[in-house]
């Protein structure tokens, strides 16, 4: 029988996180080392979602959920409170889509779908094209797989 891993909460993520030189993910109750420095700054925020990690990009993983009460335990509320961060970028692996979420005037957030064209990020003055983030580079550079 497989050895299960042991479940962290959410409070245990953040301590080891703040008290960490290095960024951690809380994932299903896990906490993952990630490369980069700590998560304390960031203007705008790109995550590239898989099926494994989906929802909790999304906040939406029922097992970081509280049995009741406020929902605490999702990554985007986390991020939300960065008082930094502008745009939180959700770019998926399986269609051409961008998902951006821009801070609002007040301390809400603004959604935006890019399907196609720009998705634009002003706060950090950058606009990048969708077809671009989804072009094969070793086609683009004459390199790409001969048809047969």
Known sequence: MAQRSPSFTYAEYRAVDDASDLKHEYV???IVAMSGGPLTNPTALV??????????????????QPKAGPREHEKFAHY??????????????????AEVFTRGAGHGWEYH??????????????????EALYADPLVARGLGVPEV
């Open 47 to 64: 995550e590239v979602l898989s099926k494994t990690t989906e929802q909790s990009d999304r906040g939406e993983n029922a097992a970081c």
């Open 113 to 130: 779908a890019v399907e196609a064209g720009l998705v634009k990020l002003p706060a950090i003055g950058v606009s990048l094209d969708l």
């Open 80 to 97: 939300q409170r960065l008082p930094s961060l502008q745009h939180y970028v959700l770019v998926s692996q399986t269609e051409r889509r």
């Open 28 to 30: 299903n109750g896990q």
